[in-house]
């Protein structure tokens, strides 16, 4: 057992700790959340929750000798710096000193935010605090220059300080992604809390079209803002003579790959296709193609769902909640889209071409809803790091296909047409593309680990359903039992083998 509120700390402490961090990381966490925050490596994969209480321990120790040890390798130990002085019963001063240190180790805007969140001491402090955050300002750095912003828009979105916030927004002209961003966030804030005031900056101000514009993008999300505000902000976007795309592309160098990540989100999509060939090979219907290729189908969904989003959601949820209430939140969800696929179910007509239709309809329902949040993980996975981008693209392309197979065999056979197999097999596959649309355009800010969770237990649940419902009692109607038994194993298989790769 680790001691982590120690007297004094020495190096072979030091590398105790270091183990102790290694053994409770997670691989799954750590590919994620390493989508997350671009241009870091070094990761370990240890939860927030797990490494606040661990700062927590450390802060009530020798804090000076455990920082002269923090060589601020891995992304975790940035994090417990943070957590460590934030944390430590000191005088305000004293800890305006430990941040000062601090600064130059901020190097994402996950260390960054988190940080600011926990320096709780600023509300007694404002005077004291806000002259510190004037000197963030003046360093040639980017993210001390956000962590001023978020240190703001955390404790001085008030009366008395909002004229000097919007002085402060107006003079900062650092061309960087993630300081036009917290621009972007503190004037929401300040719109959602005083709306009269802010209007009046938002039309006159000195911000670029982008953060002036993005701003707006993001005060118009928050549930806060009434229909008719929310109407009148658009008046006030600006225009740039800049085509969108490339004035984005430009923001950043972590923007820099957002055409290549379209292409692999594209890629990745259309693989489903692949599944569509097998329609090619046979001319007349066959009931052993249809069972064995519904329960092929059948068995790549539930596996999927099990192996897969049931788990990466459990591990998402994991980290805002204590171990009982995250399985309770991943059941509702899990419910729910349990329900929604049986509204579907229910509300969807018969057609004329007959239950396969039906099904091969349902289904690509089911794989669109599955594909809009990988094209979306794509999308951010490349973003932030290419050869991540890549491997995930390769491991959706993979098992797209046999979910291709379940589009476009019913339909085929219920319709006798390739082209109307391929089109809706088609839809179904550039669905991911769509994902990847909705991420550069509304989520690569707003997404958080929270909502992909409660998003992936939910189609969890519509596949899980569909496969149980549909699929199965559909191929065991062939009586072609053995046959069905075989090809829903074989599709357990290779989604096994694929998640394992």
């Given at each position: 057992m680790i001691t982590l509120n120690r007297k004094t700390w020495t190096k072979e402490n030091y590398q105790e700790l270091l183990q102790y961090l290694k053994e409770n990381a997670d691989d799954k966490y750590k590919t994620f959340h390493k989508s997350l925050v671009p241009d870091i490596e070094a990761f370990l994969g240890c939860r927030v929750p797990f490494l606040k209480k661990t700062g927590k321990e450390i802060a009530k120790g020798d804090i000076d000798s455990y920082l002269l040890y923090n060589c601020h390798h891995y992304y975790e130990e940035n994090m417990l710096h943070g957590i460590?002085?934030?944390?430590?019963?000191?005088?305000?001063?004293?800890?305006?000193?430990?941040?000062?240190?601090?600064?130059?180790?901020?190097?994402n805007w996950a260390v960054c935010d988190s940080f600011c969140a926990n320096c709780k001491d600023f509300k007694n402090n404002l005077d004291s605090g806000f002259n510190f955050i004037q000197e963030l300002l003046l360093i040639d750095n980017p993210y001390a220059i956000r962590v001023?912003?978020?240190?703001?828009?955390?404790?001085?979105?008030?009366?008395?300080?909002?004229?000097?916030?919007?002085?402060?927004?107006?003079?900062?002209?650092?061309?960087?992604?993630?300081?036009?961003?917290?621009?972007?966030?503190?004037?929401?804030?300040c719109y959602i809390k005083y709306p009269e005031e802010t209007l009046i900056f938002i039309k006159q101000n000195k911000l670029d079209p982008w953060t002036h514009n993005k701003a707006i993008s993001k005060i118009r999300e928050s549930y806060r803002v009434s229909k008719e505000q929310?109407?009148?902000?658009?008046?006030?976007?600006?225009?740039?003579?800049?085509?969108?795309?490339?004035?984005y592309i430009n923001l950043g160098?972590?923007?820099?790959?957002?055409?290549?990540?379209?292409?692999?989100?594209?890629?990745?999509?259309?693989?489903?296709?692949l599944g569509g060939i097998i329609i090619f090979f046979n001319k007349k219907e066959n009931q052993k193609i249809i069972a064995t290729a519904l329960a092929f189908a059948a068995g790549v969904m539930i596996t999927v769902s099990i192996t897969d989003l049931?788990?990466?959601?459990?591990?998402?949820?994991?980290?805002?909640?204590?171990?009982?209430p995250t399985f309770i939140i991943l059941a509702i969800f899990v419910v729910i889209g349990i329900i929604f696929s049986m509204l579907i179910d229910y509300y969807l007509p018969e057609q004329q071409e007959g239950k396969l239709y039906r099904i091969g309809?349902?289904?690509?329902?089911?794989?669109?809803?599955?594909?809009?949040?990988?094209?979306?993980?794509?999308?951010?996975?490349?973003?932030?790091?290419?050869?991540?981008?890549?491997?995930?693209?390769l491991a959706i392309a993979l098992h797209n296909i046999p979910e291709g197979i379940s589009i476009s065999v019913p339909i085929y056979y219920a319709t006798k047409s390739r082209g109307r197999a391929l089109k809706y097999t088609f839809i179904s596959g550039i669905?991911?593309?769509f994902g990847a649309i909705i991420a550069f355009i509304f989520l690569k800010d707003i997404m958080n680990n929270f909502i992909m969770g409660c998003l992936l237990a939910s189609i969890a649940g519509i596949m899980m359903h569909i496969a149980s419902y549909e699929l199965l009692p559909t191929s065991l109607r062939y009586k072609y039992k053995k046959i069905t038994l075989i090809f829903f194993i074989l599709g357990s298989i290779i989604m096994i083998i694929n998640h394992m790769l």
């Open positions: 460590v002085i934030s944390s430590v019963k000191t005088d305000f001063n004293s800890r305006l000193e430990y941040i000062r240190v601090f600064i130059p180790y901020i190097n001023a912003l978020v240190l703001l828009l955390d404790y001085y979105v008030t009366p008395f300080y909002l004229s000097k916030i919007f002085k402060i927004l107006n003079q900062i002209q650092f061309d960087h992604y993630y300081v036009k961003m917290a621009q972007a966030w503190l004037l929401s804030i929310k109407q009148e902000l658009l008046k006030y976007k600006k225009k740039s003579m800049s085509l969108f795309l490339f004035s160098d972590s923007m820099n790959n957002v055409l290549f990540a379209f292409i692999c989100s594209t890629l990745a999509g259309l693989s489903t296709l049931i788990p990466e959601s459990f591990h998402l949820l994991s980290e805002y909640f204590y171990v009982f309809i349902v289904s690509m329902l089911a794989i669109i809803a599955h594909n809009i949040p990988e094209g979306i993980a794509t999308f951010l996975s490349t973003t932030s790091n290419t050869n991540l981008g890549i491997t995930l693209s669905s991911e593309l």
